[in-house]
């Protein structure tokens, strides 16, 4: 559609290899998307440094935006806001992020500048993180005229 009406955003395509998922143990939400920790970090390439890093599922956002009653409750129980227990989201969150500020120095990024949003995901049942998603954060500004 991007490209049938000319507005952009088709420039590249990244393809990636599918992460498992065992659906018998893991929430999903939107139809069967499997809910799991997410971290998106706001890298600056010319400096080499992290910015700032969220919750990329940030209840306080999100929970507002979730309309299904289903996936209303499942990321409420994501988040340990029922009175059932699971993982701790919180733990887990801190966990990845304490990993990727240990790690991101090492992925091999050449070529990039400006400040850019990564995303990384949590794969609990293999125990590894994955970089899922990038893209080049545009500042706009307001132009007198």
């Known amino acids: 559609m991007s ?11 990244v393809v990636r290899e599918y992460i498992p ?20 970090v706001f890298y600056n390439m010319d400096t080499k440094e992290i910015e700032y890093m969220v919750d990329y599922w940030d ?6 935006h979730i309309t299904k009653l289903n996936d209303k409750l499942l990321f409420d129980l994501f988040h340990n806001k029922s009175n059932i227990p699971l993982t701790d989201h919180s733990i887990e969150l801190n966990k990845v992020m304490k990993f990727i500020e240990d790690n991101i ?4 990024i ?7 949003s990564i ?4 794969d609990r049942d293999l125990n590894n993180v994955y970089l899922i998603d990038m893209a080049r954060r545009i ?5 007198e005229s």
């Open 3 to 13: 490209t049938m009406y000319e507005t952009g955003g088709y420039t590249e395509l």
């Open 139 to 143: 500042s706009f500004s307001l132009l």
């Open 59 to 64: 209840y306080d956002y999100c929970s507002k």
């Open 119 to 122: 995303d990384f995901m949590y």
């Open 21 to 40: 998922c065992d659906l018998d143990h893991t929430i999903t939400i939107y139809t069967g998307m499997p809910l799991r920790t997410e971290v998106r």
């Open 105 to 108: 120095n090492t992925l091999k």
């Open 110 to 116: 050449e070529g990039l500048k400006g400040i850019w």
